[in-house]
């Protein structure tokens, strides 16, 4: 009879025996195993479909950008423009009370002195073409400008200021531009000249100018040996109705200005502007101004110059119109 012992041992042998049996049959079975046939028919899971971007033409009515853009009509169709880029009628180059950017240093008398402008002149509406160097048709325009004079020698005191505004309707037809409207100005004594010059606050000018500017402009298509269009010929009569600090009320004024036609790009063409006005305050006697130098032109006609200064009259501020000046530097505008 077998002992616990023997018995337990007898087990052992009889499993180390029928278990690497047991394996070496089941690796056999799963050798012989095959995949379904169904298993190879499943198909290759399809790429998501991609979604479609707002701005992508054709990605239906409801978000596609293009709708939203307007129909760019021709060059020369006629229509109606909000805000419009460009100007039918341009600020006078060489206008010493025109609206622009701009900085002009220059001596007079042997003493240094800085005119500084800031200003601008925009197009509210147009009716017309999309033209930006000879537009056709009509538009209203706004304009305004702070003129100042500083004394360069001290300290950049103000000695006085001139300020500008109004809005001309205007109308550009084949070569010729025309324009009507309110124009207003006024002038003021600077502070720091009035300290520095006691009683001079007792005999300021309360200079105003409220009136109605008409005026005309030709860009002739041959002018001696200069190509097409490159001569502005402008004139201008300005009336007013309401006058004050010895103001009168009738201003002429006219000249030209001379330079290549067109966009220059970064490479700058010379120019040259000249302005003259008669003004019934001083009994018709005025001021000519003339400058030249290098000129810049954008795709909106819009300009920077650079050049030389020259200015002989009465006063170009109305605080000191009556008093005569001469004025030799150079400037930099920036011109609409």
């Known amino acids: 009879m077998l002992s616990l012992r023997g018995c337990l041992r007898l087990l052992v042998g009889v499993l180390l025996v029928v278990c690497p049996l047991a394996t070496t049959q089941g690796a056999s079975e799963r ?3 095959s995949l379904p046939e169904y298993e190879s ?3 290759a899971a399809e790429e998501p479909p991609r979604p479609l971007l707002l701005s992508e033409p054709g990605s239906g009515d409801l978000f596609d950008e293009s709708q939203f853009l307007p129909e760019e009509p021709p060059g020369d169709q006629f ?3 909000v805000a419009p880029a460009s100007q039918i009628w341009h600020s006078y180059q060489a206008g010493p009370a025109e609206p622009r950017t701009g900085i002009t240093m220059f001596a007079g008398d042997g003493h240094g002195y800085w005119d500084a402008t800031v200003g601008v002149r925009s197009g509210l509406v147009r009716y017309g073409d999309r033209n930006h160097f000879l537009p ?5 325009d706004v304009y305004g400008a702070a003129i100042v004079r500083m004394d360069a020698e001290i300290h950049q005191d103000l000695n006085g200021s001139d300020f500008v505004f109004g809005f001309p309707l205007t109308y550009g037809i084949d070569n010729w531009q025309f324009k009507v409207g309110y124009a207003h100005l006024s002038s003021h004594l600077g502070d720091e000249y009035a300290r520095r010059n006691p009683g001079t606050l007792d005999d300021r000018i309360n200079y105003v ?7 005309s402009s030709w860009f002739p298509e041959q002018t001696w040996l200069l190509p097409p269009n490159a001569c502005r010929l402008y004139s201008e009569l300005d009336w007013a109705f309401h006058t004050s600090g010895g103001a009168k009320p009738l201003t002429f004024q006219f000249g030209t200005e001379i330079s290549q036609p067109g966009v ?3 490479r700058p063409v010379p120019f040259v502007a000249v302005n003259g006005r008669m003004r019934q305050e001083v009994d ?4 000519l101004t003339t400058q030249a130098g290098w000129l810049w032109r954008g795709e909106t006609a819009k300009i920077i110059r650079l050049g030389a200064h020259y200015y002989n009259g009465k006063s170009s501020q109305s605080q000191f119109f009556r008093t005569s000046e001469q004025q030799i530097g150079v400037g930099l505008w920036y011109d609409f």
């Open 31 to 33: 050798d012989d195993l």
């Open 209 to 215: 100018r409220d009136g109605l500017q008409f005026g």
């Open 264 to 266: 220059t790009g970064r």
């Open 136 to 140: 056709q048709g009509w538009q209203m």
């Open 284 to 287: 018709y006697g005025g001021d």
């Open 79 to 81: 229509t109606w423009q």
């Open 41 to 43: 028919e499943i198909p």
